[in-house]
T-cell receptor, first 115, second 112 residues
């Protein structure tokens, strides 16, 4: 299994600012993902964080708004740029091995409130 | 739009009653995973089903994967207050690589 930590655990930010969320995995993993979970809703995949190359974004999410880095196999960052109150949400990273039958483990999430 | 739907959206039961949540996909799934999210927590992996018609049990929990690999169910026997939370199914759409598509979730509340 993989243990995943995220920083910060929560933050309150002003409109127009940016926040970078860090995700650290305790072992080398192949796949890392970023999700958003709005209050009372399900999880929506933002992007797949690719090691050493640009992230792969899902429909409705763009790099300018959610730049992602993944410099190595155990670490990734998600930046929420030029925030608005609509960005208030929980942001979760997850990690998985190479096969799609490998378990996907989730970090504890970052609870973001934008005023 | 949402391709994986769950019903019911909410369920209140008395402790000791059974509970079932149903998961339906508009497309065939390579596999399906089930997660539990406690209030204020993050999704925790419960189980994965890969084979058509597969049934797996974990103590009071029974998971099924449909023959057509487009639906699944989670049944809890004799619920306890510790079962409170939201249960999500999440499937890998056929040809979807490693991407999980989460269901809409079923929130379970258990009353004494």
């Amino acid at each position: 299994s993989a243990v995943i930590s995220q920083k910060p655990s929560r933050d309150i930010c002003q409109r127009g600012t940016s926040l970078t969320i860090q995700c650290q995995v305790d072992s080398q993993v192949t796949m890392m993902f970023w999700y958003r979970q709005q209050p009372g809703q399900s999880l929506t995949l933002i992007a797949t964080a690719n090691q050493g190359s640009e992230a792969t974004y899902e429909s409705g999410f763009v790099i300018d708004k959610f730049p992602i880095s993944r410099p190595n196999l155990t670490f990734s960052t998600l930046t929420v740029s030029n925030m608005s109150p609509e960005d208030s949400s929980i942001y979760l990273c997850s990690a998985q091995g190479r096969s799609n039958t490998d378990t996907q483990y989730f970090g504890p999430g970052t609870r973001l409130t934008v005023l | 739009g949402q391709q994986v739907m769950q019903i019911p959206q909410y369920q209140h039961v008395q402790e000791g009653e059974d509970f079932t949540t149903y998961c339906n996909s508009s497309t065939t799934l390579s596999n399906i995973q089930w997660y539990k999210q406690r209030p204020g927590g993050h999704p925790v992996f419960l189980i994965q089903l890969v084979k058509s018609g597969e049934v797996k049990k974990q103590k009071r929990l029974t998971f099924q994967f449909g023959e057509a690999k487009k639906n699944s169910s989670l049944h809890i026997t004799a619920t306890q207050t510790t079962d409170v939370g939201t249960y999500f199914c999440a499937g890998i759409l056929t040809g979807g690589g490693n991407k999980l598509t989460f269901g809409t979730g079923t929130q379970l509340k258990v009353e004494l």
